[in-house]
């Protein structure tokens, strides 16, 4: 990274959105990987 890189580290609660809950929307899941952990 650059030396003069400046990083704001503020965590702004106002930014966040209400969780509203929608049934058209899933999330996916995830694929098996516990065969690629040996």
Do not use: C, E, G, P
């Not at 503020?10 to 694929?31: E, G």
């Amino acid at each position: 990274m650059s030396d003069n890189l400046m990083i704001h580290a503020v965590f702004h609660t106002s930014w966040l959105k209400k969780n509203q809950k929608d049934a058209n929307r899933r999330q996916k899941a995830s694929k098996d990987n516990s065969s690629k952990l040996s």
